[in-house]
């Protein structure tokens, strides 16, 4: 699955336990009639992912979701949901200055002043 969207937050990579388990989070804010903040998690070695991103950057964010049972010292079961991401793709158009030629002024866009209705036309429109 995945979710676009523009990044409002990125946290910083937290270390948690003796075996060096890390977790980092990233909230990204859906584009549409109702924006959502979607936390999503990244663990492990896909922490490092989020390294060159930054607030207000439009993403995909390729995700699975995760689901946990966890019964308490008084015996009730609880559920347990989480959204974690395994892939960010950055959606700013790239710039490709060195492909593009520039574009002249408006000024070299001047109207005709020598225009006949008369004048045989082969546009198709």
Known sequence: MEVQGRIK???ETKTYGNNGF?????????????????LIEF????????????A??????????RG???V?????????????GWRVESLQPESNTG????VPPMEA???VDDYNEEDHDDLPF
């Open 68 to 70: 946990r049972e966890w």
């Open 22 to 38: 890390r977790k980092r989070e990233l909230v990204v804010t859906t584009e549409e009639q109702y924006p959502q903040h979607i």
């Open 9 to 11: 937050m990125v946290d």
């Open 72 to 84: 308490n010292p008084q015996g009730e079961t609880k559920y347990f949901n989480s959204i974690q």
């Open 43 to 54: 663990v492990q070695d896909k922490c490092d992912l989020l390294n060159n991103f930054s």
């Open 99 to 102: 492909n593009m030629p520039p």
């Open 56 to 65: 207000g950057q439009m993403v995909k964010v390729s995700i699975n979701l």
């Open 109 to 111: 866009f001047e109207p």
